[in-house]
């Protein structure tokens, strides 16, 4: 059972540019979350989603952030017009319902 | 979010027992204790949960305070490949889902 697959691992940006993260979850997990993890600083949840909803985004900045989780394919966290303070690690969790999660190993952005 | 207090680094010696502990003195009844840990470049790892019984896994044991308002993970025979942060969470179960995740316990294996 592969584990959660996040693509790309590495992502360079400049500034003004779209930033596309992918996250693949675990077999059979309808729940999915990620987190940011700036340099030197702590992991953050961003955003709660099932399929096709979005549950908890209470961590989400209010502009240029946005995530899906569509009915086929991974789940996308959007980054437009990135600045050099979205430079971080991006993770991707997924789990059951009520079951813990299980991570990726991140997309690390850097903004030129 | 209840809060949870961990020292900020501990060190051991390899083939030795660990035990990493957890304050989380304003726990609520439906509050799982989760613990994870994170290894260089890595993403998080989960590694054990429970909720008032002591709990053990292959990868670790944990041990519940009878109180509930602490909890120590347990390392019984640490490796090097065991360096790394390790978290002790509070989940309500019926509650929020998101992970808060604090500045957690820094472990150094010595060779």
């Known amino acids: 059972n592969a584990g959660v697959m996040q693509n790309p691992r590495h992502l360079v940006r400049r500034r003004g540019q779209e930033a596309r993260l992918r996250c693949s979850p675990m077999?059979?997990?309808?729940?999915v979350y990620w987190y940011r993890q700036l340099p030197e600083e702590g992991l953050k949840f961003m955003v709660y989603?099932?399929?096709?909803?979005?549950?908890?985004e209470s961590g989400m900045p209010k502009e240029r952030f946005s995530a899906e989780f569509p009915k086929e394919g991974p789940s996308i966290l959007r980054i437009q017009q990135v600045v050099r303070g979205d430079s971080a690690a991006y993770f991707c969790?997924?789990?059951?319902?009520?079951?813990?999660?299980?991570f990726g190993d991140g997309t690390r952005l850097s903004i030129l | 979010d209840a809060k949870t207090t961990q020292p900020n680094s501990m060190e051991s010696n390899e083939e030795e027992p660990v035990h990493l502990p957890c304050n989380h003195s304003?726990?609520?009844?439906?509050?799982?204790i989760h613990w994870y840990r994170q290894l260089p470049s890595q993403g998080p790892e989960y590694v054990i949960h429970?909720?008032?019984s002591n709990v053990n896994n292959r990868m670790a044991s944990l041990a519940i305070a009878e109180d509930r308002k602490s909890s120590t993970l347990i390392l019984h025979r640490a490796t090097l490949r065991d360096a790394a942060v390790y978290y002790c969470?509070?989940?309500?179960?019926?509650?929020?889902?998101?992970?808060?995740f604090g500045q957690g316990t820094r472990l150094t294996i010595n060779p």
């Open positions: 969790a997924s789990s059951p319902e009520n079951q813990p999660q299980h």
């Open positions: 077999k059979g997990h309808s729940h």
């Open positions: 989603l099932q399929k096709e909803n979005i549950i908890d």
């Open positions: 304003t726990i609520s009844g439906t509050d799982y």
């Open positions: 429970g909720l008032t």
């Open positions: 969470i509070l989940r309500d179960a019926q509650g929020a889902q998101k992970l808060v």
